[in-house]
Every structure is written in C-alpha cells, then in structure tokens.
C-alpha cells in the first residue's frame, strides 16, 4: 500500500557532501515522523535524524551540526543533507516513517525503504 524509496547514496571522499531523498509513495492523506536511520557492518541500527509533520528535528549527537534534514509535505519526501562527512558515517541508510495515514482510513505504522549506501573513503 505504501512504498519508500530513497536515492542519493553514493561514493564520497572524507569532508565531501551527500543528499539523501526519499520519496513515500502511495494514496497517502498525511505522513507523522519521518526520519533516517543507518546501520553500520557489525553495528545496530540507530537513529541518525527525524521530522515531524510540523517540522521539529532531532538529530543524534553524531550528525548535529553536519547534518539537515528536511520535508516536502506536499510531495511525501523527506530529504537528508550530509556535510562534513566522515568515514565513520559510512553505513546504509534507511528512510524510515513511524505513521502513514491513508485515504480511506488505513493507518500504516512503522515503514521501511530498502536502504542506500553511503561509502565515505579516500
């Protein structure tokens, strides 16, 4: 019924920049969170940013000051811009929804994309 789809990842050198989109597709009324998660080989996955419907943020201590994330309401996207990059945010990348509301009613909890990697290496 609903579909993440994120794009952006890619191969970057040390202090280069990356910007991650995601796009939620389907008959969709209103989206609650969204936000970005990572996973590192070997390592859980933690949150990296979120954003409400009205555009509050939180961000792990990691990616504050490097990292914006950003909404479209209007087109169901969600957008993670990377600054500063170390090798250290080297991970996949999953876009993440906690609440999609659709027309009709149906409430969706807890979506998943299908993840983009960011390699950051010399």
């Known amino acids: 019924q609903v579909q993440l789809v994120e794009s952006g990842g890619g191969l970057v050198q040390p202090g280069g920049s990356l910007r991650l989109s995601c796009a939620a597709s389907?008959?969709?009324?209103?989206?609650?969170?969204m936000g970005w998660y990572r996973q590192a080989p070997g390592k859980q996955r933690e949150l990296v940013a979120s954003?409400?419907?009205?555009?509050?943020?939180n961000y792990a201590d990691s990616a504050k000051g490097r990292f914006t994330i950003s909404r479209d309401n209007a087109k169901n996207m969600v957008h993670l811009q990377m600054n500063s990059l170390k090798a250290e945010d080297t991970a996949v990348y999953y876009c993440?929804?906690?609440?999609?509301?659709?027309?009709?009613?149906?409430?969706?909890?807890?979506?998943w994309g299908q993840g983009t990697q960011v390699t950051v290496s010399s």
């Open positions: 993440y929804t906690d609440l999609i509301l659709l027309y009709g009613g149906t409430r969706i909890r807890d979506s």
């Open positions: 389907g008959r969709i009324f209103s989206i609650n969170s």
């Open positions: 954003i409400t419907d009205g555009g509050s943020t």
